[in-house]
Nanobody, 126 residues
Framework: QVQLVESGGGLVQAGGSLRLSCAAS????????MAWFRQAPGKERELVAA????????YYADSVKGRFTISRDNAKNTMYLQMNSLKPEDTAVYYC???????????????????WGQGTQVTVSS
């Protein structure tokens, strides 16, 4: 199995940027497709972005398309989420998740992921 640790969250003003990192350990990172989810207070956890094990394919939710960029460095066992032009509605706890290779490479549902990090808070002030 893989252990995931997120970092890089914080407080930022609207229009600002943050870069989240997800460090993986304990298993072969390139065996997993990866994703970022977020959960705002009182809302369900939602898929923000996903990336194929090799990095060759990506998916973005419409709400972040053009503002967020997902990437990964398999040599460093790390995934990233570059968040630009942040909005107050981006405020949430952000989680990284790993999905074993096989079948569809991403799922919009949290049940489709095998391992999770503990989350990092992102707060965007207006």
């Amino acid at each position: 199995q893989v252990q995931l640790v997120e970092s890089g969250g914080g407080l930022v003003q609207a229009g600002g940027s943050l870069r989240l990192s997800c460090a993986a350990s304990g298993s072969t990172f390139s065996s997993y497709h990866m994703a970022w989810f977020r959960q705002a207070p009182g809302k369900e956890r939602e898929l923000v972005a996903a990336i194929y094990w090799s990095g060759h394919s990506t998916y973005y939710a419409d709400s972040v398309k053009g503002r967020f960029t997902i990437s990964r460095d398999n040599a460093k066992n790390t995934m990233y989420l570059q968040m630009n032009s942040l909005k107050p509605e981006d405020t949430a706890v952000y989680y990284c998740a790993a999905r074993l290779d096989g079948g569809s490479w991403y799922s919009p549902n949290q049940d489709g992921y095998d391992f999770w990090g503990q989350g990092t808070q992102v707060t965007v002030s207006s």
